[in-house]
């Protein structure tokens, strides 16, 4: 089965996939349409992200992938509505073999925020 992902700096030696943390967990968004994809990009780029690359690709390589970063897939079915998080890391380059004290700095996010982001995709799976 094939998904589409978010990549930011294709063809550099900073290309990236996009990935949200939450707390301590980072995800990966592995969209079943193109368009989904696509839409989500647009938004990224509203928040003045750079401008992003939508790729298809095999779900199971993107799983391996995360699961060798140690991040978490998430599977967004065609049609449900995902807004990208509002506070947006500066420094984008991720380095697997530093120690985490060289992470980039994360925006903070209290128990409000994450409250509401679930109230949020429940309300938009309803649309």
Same mark, same amino acid.
């Given at each position: 089965m094939f998904v589409?992902?978010?990549?930011?700096?294709? $063809? /550099?030696?900073?290309? $990236?996939i996009h990935s949200i943390r939450i707390g301590d967990r980072h995800q990966v968004l592995m969209f079943e @349409?193109? !368009? !989904?994809?696509? %839409?989500? $990009?647009?938004?990224?780029?509203?928040? !003045? @992200?750079?401008?992003? /690359?939508?790729e298809k690709m095999d779900r199971?390589?993107?799983?391996e992938i995360c699961e060798d970063a140690g991040y978490e897939p998430v599977f967004v079915p065609e049609g449900e509505l995902v807004t990208p998080v509002e506070n947006m890391v500066e420094k984008t380059l991720w380095n697997p073999d530093a120690d985490s004290s060289d992470e980039p700095a994360q925006p903070t996010r209290s128990a409000a925020d994450d409250e509401m982001d679930r109230?949020? %995709?429940q309300l938009e799976r309803l649309l």
């Open positions: 589409y992902v978010v990549l930011f700096n294709v $063809g /550099t030696e900073n290309e $990236g @349409s193109e !368009d !989904d994809a696509i %839409r989500f $990009g647009i938004l990224l780029e509203a928040q !003045d @992200s750079p401008p992003p /690359t939508i199971e390589e993107i799983e109230i949020r %995709r």
